[in-house]
Antibody
Framework: QVQLVQSGAEVKKPGASVKVSCKAS????????MHWVRQAPGQGLEWMGI????????SYAQKFQGRVTMTRDTSTSTVYMELSSLRSEDTAVYYC???????????????????WGQGTLVTVSS | QSVLTQPPSVSGAPGQRVTISCTGS?????????VHWYQQLPGTAPKLLIY???NRPSGVPDRFSGSKSGTSASLAITGLQAEDEADYYC?????????????FGGGTKLTVL
């Protein structure tokens, strides 16, 4: 069964960086795009970006350009999201989410997310 | 302000039918991009409810249905049950001069009376 297991909660000071991991299992890691979505306390969902686990190419939401870096390690089927220059507004639960349609597949489901990690709470506080 | 607009809340009695709207524009839903819907129970990750405007993943009851027309989409829930009480989000893709990417609605809290 498909599983996305994320790293544990983090507490960071303003200006620091955080790196969240998402370990995938139960499917071919390099065959599906992975996205990162965050949710501030009591707020809605916000898309951060996408990584192609096969070649490592990325695309980030304009809001996070220059502050976010998404990488992957194919040997461990793990994707990472690093966010730098943290501020209090970055306090949120960060989710990894697998795109439903496979990278080389056709048909519907593109840019929908069928499996999500359990979420990682990142708290930014002085 | 979210790119996709949803009502903050809706409510209904058990057994009733409710709909949740998702209004976009010519750079997202109106441009032909698919709409997807998620259900989020308190303290849990979102769950895919509808993909590709009107398709249900395996395991999602047929009480849930989606539709899309023009620059808007809707999620309908029939035979409302207590366990349907949750937050619901629509999602699409937006392509504009200021940038492109996945966009979500602000979310709708469904209360089962």
């Amino acid at each position: 069964q498909v599983q996305l297991v994320q790293s544990g909660a983090e507490v960071k000071k303003p200006g620091a960086s955080v790196k969240v991991s998402c370990k995938a299992s139960g499917y071919t890691f390099t065959s599906y795009y992975m996205h990162w979505v965050r949710q501030a306390p009591g707020q809605g969902l916000e898309w951060m970006g996408i990584i192609n686990p096969s070649g490592g190419s990325t695309s980030y939401a304009q809001k996070f350009q220059g502050r976010v870096t998404m990488t992957r390690d194919t040997s461990t089927s793990t994707v990472y999201m690093e966010l730098s220059s943290l501020r209090s507004e970055d306090t949120a639960v960060y989710y990894c989410a697998r795109e439903m349609r496979g990278i080389a597949a056709a048909g519907t489901g593109a840019l929908s997310f069928d499996y999500w990690g359990q979420g990682t709470l990142v708290t930014v506080s002085s | 302000q979210s790119v996709l607009t949803q009502p903050p809340s809706v409510s209904g009695a058990p057994g009733q039918r409710v709909t949740i709207s998702c209004t976009g524009s010519s750079s997202n839903i109106g441009a032909g991009y698919d709409v997807h819907w998620y259900q989020q129970l308190p303290g849990t990750a979102p769950k895919l409810l509808i993909y590709g405007n009107s398709n249900r993943p395996s395991g999602v009851p047929d009480r849930f249905s989606g539709s899309k027309s023009g620059t808007s989409a809707s999620l309908a829930i029939t035979g409302l049950q207590a366990e349907d009480e949750a937050d619901y989000y629509c999602q699409s893709y937006d392509s504009s001069l200021s940038g492109s990417g996945v966009v979500f609605g602000g979310g709708t809290k469904l209360t089962v009376l």
